[in-house]
């Protein structure tokens, strides 16, 4: 199922519901059929967005020995981390902030 997420500030914004899901619950908000991040609660939550973004960097340091030419042709990719996922959401937080409109999201 995908999510739709929308903002004066920004293009639309979807993505799946598992990294919805994620990302609501990471700055306090449940996954409805609707819902709202009032522009009160914008400082909030990308405030604590890039708290977890900054803890899953500590978790998964990018690694800088491996160059992408010399992967190992065989070797899976490594799955994207939140701090890779989560930064479109925050970038349509950020813009919504600046231009002072909230972000709405629908099914």
């Keep these: 199922m995908l999510i739709t997420f929308k903002s ?4 639309d914004l979807i993505m799946m519901r598992d990294l919805a899901v994620t990302l609501l619950g990471i700055i306090g908000k449940h ?10 609660e914008l400082p909030r ?3 604590k967005l890039e708290a977890a973004v ?3 960097k500590k ?3 990018a690694e800088s ?4 030419g010399k992967q190992d042709e065989d070797q899976e990719e490594e ?4 701090g890779q996922r989560a930064y479109p959401f925050l970038d349509m937080l950020r813009a919504s902030l600046r231009e002072n409109t909230e972000v709405m999201w629908g099914v």
């Design 8 to 11: 004066h500030a920004s293009q």
């Design 31 to 40: 996954l409805g059929e609707r819902g709202v991040i009032t522009t009160e």
């Design 45 to 47: 939550c990308i405030h």
């Design 54 to 56: 900054t803890d899953a």
């Design 59 to 61: 978790v998964h340091p």
């Design 65 to 68: 020995s491996v160059s992408p």
């Design 79 to 82: 799955p994207l981390h939140l």
